[in-house]
């Protein structure tokens, strides 16, 4: 199995004027709940629908239309919680975040901030070989989104989109456990990759799908580890929240800004508000939003439209028994079962995708070879022709095919990557085409005598330099694969060519 004692990365530590300084990172992600009805009411969640053309009465707040819990939800929630090894609440409730917004047509946001419906959990996020950073999870809490206001769509007048209003999202809330810019971007990339193996979010961020506030502060060096020993928050800067990044690229340069934002306001004696701050990316740089209201000004109160969420540990339990193999059990079983490297591991199984297609190859061919050919040749021309897997030109089969030659000793490697170019760009049975255009390889070692002896014949120069130094044997195979067009067995040209020369 892989080997998962792993040691956190240290801080990163940034240098002020003055003084050293470290970073504190919290995030809130709110990831879409993959769900074909909204959380309280049967109106379509599709993406890309006209405007205002996917809501329902109780969206739009029409007048004593109540909402109604959508089950899906709830166990999606339930099965995100499993995923990351939390607590499961068997009894949850839904509360009122009071505020007022154009595209907040309730005047309140159903929400779950008292009695969320998943507790503690956590996610262990990798940081290159050996090194990984664990990240507890606080809670995850069902809510609702809201709409969407559009501003530039007229110079005089704002329109709102209600479509997303009412979407189910759950809030999947960490400690401030992150240390730099670059472990706040792999959480996030983590914890999408656990949402996608699950089917709890298509993480698709693009969309507005997956999105992340960003909590960071500074503390002076020490402080850090005095909060971990008393989990007082005094110890640690005060922090500001960067709302809605959807980049992985963009929260990694939000906090780099904000942090020396931080930095250079201590260090010139002022104090940090906590705020709402926005990323420009154009500018590169955080401005603020507004001060950041405490709960209070929210006036949550329990919602009085929606009983308390009581559910039953033995529906937990068929939720758990249905939880797909997940990233890090994946890639243990890989490096064990295929014997390939822990990078190339993670290669295969940062998509789920990704790691059933390499499946269905190894199933059919040897796990290693598999391994190399999917990821350098498959992936690399993909890459190139920026498709994902999903729009392969090549299927599992074929390629599986292309190695189960190599290994039967059809083909050689040089004429694999013909071949491979041929099955990509024209498609067909790798084997079928390798038997009409003459491509298998030589093992007649006969024929293959008969070409070594012509290559050294005509080159009894070469011949003597060889001898004197044997690594110019390499030059006779050359000339050998050459002449055969490539479809010489290398393994039997070199045997051949040592033995004929006396090396």
């Not at 003084?19 to 009805?37: F, N």
């Not at 205002?52 to 819990?69: E, H, K, Q, T, Y």
């Not at 999947?172 to 709890?200: H, N």
Request: proline share 5%; with cysteine; hydrophobic share 40%.
């Amino acid at each position: 199995m892989l080997d998962l004692t792993y040691e956190a990365p240290k801080p990163k530590v940034i240098q002020g004027a003055k003084h050293d300084w470290e970073l504190v990172i919290g995030l809130e992600v709110h990831a879409q709940v993959a769900s074909k009805s909204k959380l309280f009411s049967g109106a379509s969640t599709q993406f890309g629908s006209e405007p205002n053309s996917n809501v329902a009465f109780v969206d739009a707040a029409m007048p004593g239309m109540l909402p109604v819990i959508n089950e899906f939800c709830v166990a999606q929630a339930v099965r995100t919680g499993l995923g990351l090894k939390a607590d499961i609440n068997l009894k949850s409730a839904f509360d009122r975040k009071n505020y007022f917004y154009p595209d907040l047509p309730q005047g309140y946001q159903i929400s779950q901030l008292y009695h969320p419906i998943v507790g503690e959990g956590e996610v262990l996020v990798d940081m290159g070989p050996g090194g990984a950073r664990k990240v507890r999870i606080e809670r995850i809490h069902l809510e609702q989104d809201a709409g969407k206001s559009i501003h530039d769509m007229d110079p005089h007048f704002t329109f709102v989109d209600l479509n997303r209003t009412g979407v189910a999202l759950m809030e999947i809330v960490s400690r401030p456990d992150i240390r730099g810019p670059e472990e706040a971007a792999a959480y996030v990339g983590k914890l999408r990759q656990i949402l996608r193996y699950l089917g709890t979010c298509d993480g698709n961020m693009q969309n507005g799908n997956l999105r992340a506030d960003v909590n960071v502060s500074v503390c002076r060096p020490g402080d850090y580890e005095k909060y971990q020993e008393t989990q007082d928050f005094s110890h640690l800067g005060t922090r500001c929240e960067i709302k809605n990044m959807n980049s992985m690229r963009f929260i990694q340069q939000a906090i780099e800004y904000e942090a020396r934002r931080q930095i250079q306001i201590l260090e010139a004696g002022g104090e940090i508000d906590q705020e709402t701050r926005l990323y420009d990316p154009d500018k590169g740089e955080t401005r603020s939003m507004r001060s950041k209201e405490e709960a209070h000004d929210y006036r949550y109160f329990p919602c009085p439209d929606l009983l308390p969420l009581e559910i039953e540990q033995a529906w937990v339990d068929d939720i758990a028994a249905s939880l797909p193999e997940l990233p890090d059990q994946k890639k243990a079983r890989f490096v064990a079962d295929y014997g390939m490297t822990e990078y190339d591991a993670s290669v295969l199984t940062a998509e789920v995708e990704n790691a059933s297609f390499f499946e269905e190859v190894a199933a059919a061919s040897d796990g290693k070879l598999a391994a190399n050919w999917v990821i350098n040749e498959l992936f690399g021309r993909l890459k190139k022709d920026d498709k994902d897997i999903g729009d392969s030109p090549m299927s599992p089969a074929q390629l599986g095919g292309i190695i189960s030659l190599i290994q039967k000793g059809d083909i050689s490697g040089k004429i694999a990557k013909d071949l491979f170019e041929i099955v990509y760009t024209e498609g067909g049975d790798p084997s079928l085409i390798v038997e009409e255009r003459g491509m298998k390889q030589v093992t007649d070692t006969g024929a293959i005598e008969a070409a070594v002896d012509e290559v050294i014949a005509a080159n009894p120069d070469q011949v003597e330099k060889a001898k004197a130094n044997p690594k110019l044997a390499g030059w006779f195979v050359g000339q050998v694969m050459k002449a055969t067009g490539g479809k010489a067995n290398p393994k039997a040209v070199n045997e051949l060519v040592s033995a004929k020369l006396g090396l």
